[in-house]
């Protein structure tokens, strides 16, 4: 298994042009979050905030893990994209982990 990297809300824009590379369905965003463990009330306030623009619940999403994870990692981010079914993009995360172990300079 490849070694995971900490993110920070720094790597928000990255995160989310990566999943845009590998055409992430926005409109999964709430599962996701529930696979990244995150409040169903939070998910819910999220969708009542902006339940028309689906890019921007996923920003908002991840903007919560970011926040609220302590220290999150690129390897629960993939697992968790892995768990609903969203293969490509775990498995671009899971490649840029493996990169990231062999280069800790690059991002994500």
């Not at 055409?23 to 339940?51: M, N, Q, R, V």
């Not at 969203?86 to 172990?101: D, F, L, Q, V, Y």
Request: glycine share 2%.
């Amino acid at each position: 298994m490849s070694r995971s990297f900490s993110l920070s809300i720094k790597d928000l824009h990255q995160l989310t042009g990566t999943l845009s590379d590998v055409y992430f369905d926005k409109t999964k965003w709430f599962d996701l979050g529930l696979s990244l463990h995150l409040p169903e009330t939070e998910l819910k306030a999220i969708k009542d905030d902006c339940s028309s623009d689906s890019h921007k619940c996923l920003r908002e999403c991840l903007c919560l893990w970011l926040k609220s994870a302590g220290s999150p990692q690129a390897q629960v981010l993939a697992n968790a994209l892995d768990d609903i079914s969203i293969k490509p993009a775990a498995e671009r995360i899971n490649k840029i982990c493996k990169h990231h172990s062999q280069n800790p300079k690059l991002m994500i």
